[in-house]
């Protein structure tokens, strides 16, 4: 899978030169001041450890590592001055790299500390999730493929990275499951809901993905895949972030939506309605139940924020 790192530890001096071209330029070219570069360095550096004390390496980097590196910082009881700053250098280095390389996502582009706790996105609502699942009306081989990533990436609630990693031979369409790879190559099964299986029937069917199969495959791995790019090569991880992008701006959710917002509305939903946090867990592929509790703030969070505005007697006296 795209970015994955499974046999050895991820080599730091990549993050170590990025790192010092990134303040390079702040103080050339913005003018940065020496203590305001000192602290980009010790935010920077210590991401870069947690990154390489977790074999991830920077292509790998998505909205889900950035949300769980800003947990982490609050695990550590860090002030949320300190998050949001840390943040701020983050997203610098990012928005660095995405500059530099045209074809690179910046997977900070939408995360805010100002909506939801912990440095969480903002969950979707249902009737948002329709409105976007039926935003694509048409039937070619576009169509069809981008519908199935919007189906999976809510109804599995898989990261983007497992899903540009699926091959045909994960997904079993009459058991109603697939099979995917989660960070540190964890393998687990997932189930698919009937909107996501007949997105997948008809991507596979006559005029679907075999119109974007190339006459010859340019890469081991990409007869295999289940996503394809125009190009017919294995779908991307930027390529398939973009797709997303796409829908949201149909739909008006261009400046809230991406595959980790999916992801954290499927878990939302779920828990919304009584679902079991070990089941979520075990779903998202989460390694530590910790992670999954973030969700559970958001979730009662807004059953307080519906019981305030529904209940006549909820409201507090002045």
Same mark, same amino acid.
Do not use: F
């Given at each position: 899978?795209?970015?994955r790192v499974t046999d050895?530890?991820v080599d730091?001096?990549?993050f170590?030169r990025?790192i010092?071209?990134?303040?390079?330029?702040?103080r050339?070219?913005?003018?940065?001041s020496?203590?305001?570069l000192?602290?980009?360095?010790?935010d920077l550096?210590?991401?870069?450890?947690w990154?390489t004390?977790?074999?991830?390496d920077?292509?790998?980097?998505?909205?889900q590592?950035?949300?769980?590196?800003?947990?982490?910082l609050?695990?550590?009881?860090?002030?949320?001055?300190t998050?949001?700053?840390a943040?701020?250098?983050?997203?610098?280095?990012?928005r660095f790299?995405? =500059?530099?390389?045209?074809?690179?996502v910046d997977?900070t582009?939408?995360?805010?500390l100002?909506h939801?706790p912990?440095?969480l996105?903002r969950?979707?609502? =249902?009737?948002?999730?329709v409105?976007l699942? =039926?935003?694509i009306?048409g039937?070619d081989a576009?169509?069809?493929r981008?519908?199935v990533i919007?189906?999976v990436l809510?109804g599995t609630?898989?990261r983007?990275?497992e899903?540009?990693?699926l091959?045909?031979a994960?997904?079993?369409?009459d058991?109603?499951?697939i099979?995917?790879f989660?960070?540190?190559?964890?393998?687990?099964i997932?189930?698919l809901?009937?909107?996501?299986?007949?997105?997948?029937?008809a991507?596979?069917?006559?005029?679907g993905?075999d119109?974007?199969?190339?006459?010859?495959?340019?890469?081991?791995g990409?007869e =295999?895949?289940?996503?394809?790019?125009?190009?017919?090569?294995r779908?991307s991880?930027?390529?398939?972030?973009?797709?997303v992008?796409?829908?949201g701006?149909?739909?008006?959710?261009?400046?809230r939506?991406?595959?980790h917002?999916?992801?954290?509305s499927?878990?939302?939903?779920?828990l919304?309605?009584?679902?079991?946090?070990?089941t979520v867990?075990?779903?998202?592929?989460?390694a530590?139940?910790?992670?999954?509790q973030?969700?559970?703030?958001?979730?009662?969070?807004?059953l307080q924020?519906?019981?305030?505005?529904a209940?006549?007697r909820?409201?507090?006296p002045?």
């Open positions: 899978m795209s970015g050895m530890d730091p001096s990549p170590n990025v010092d071209d990134l303040l390079t330029w702040l050339v070219e913005r003018g940065r020496p203590n305001t000192a602290a980009y360095r010790t550096v210590a991401y870069a450890t990154l004390e977790r074999r991830v920077l292509d790998a980097v998505d909205e590592t950035i949300t769980e590196y800003l947990h982490h609050h695990q550590l009881g860090r002030a949320e001055s998050v949001k700053r943040l701020v250098s983050i997203r610098s280095l990012h790299l995405s =500059e530099e390389e045209s074809d690179r997977p582009a939408i995360v805010d100002s939801g912990r440095g996105p969950a979707l609502s =249902e009737d948002e999730i409105g699942l =039926e935003s009306v039937d576009l169509d069809r981008d519908r919007l189906e809510y609630g898989l983007i990275s899903l540009v990693g091959s045909l994960d997904v079993d369409l058991a109603g499951l099979r995917a989660g960070k540190g190559a964890r393998e687990r997932v189930p809901g009937t909107p996501a299986i007949r997105s997948i029937v991507w596979l069917s006559p005029g993905r119109r974007l199969v190339p006459d010859r495959w340019a890469r081991r990409d =295999e895949a289940l996503l394809l790019s125009v190009r017919g090569r779908l991880r930027q390529g398939a972030w973009l797709a992008r796409k829908a701006e149909r739909c008006g959710l261009a400046d939506l991406s595959p917002v999916l992801r954290h499927c878990a939302t939903h779920m919304d309605h009584g679902a079991d946090i070990r867990q075990e779903l998202l592929g989460h530590s139940i910790s992670t999954t973030v969700y559970t703030l958001v979730s009662t969070e807004r924020s519906e019981y305030r505005r209940h006549p909820a409201q507090r002045n």
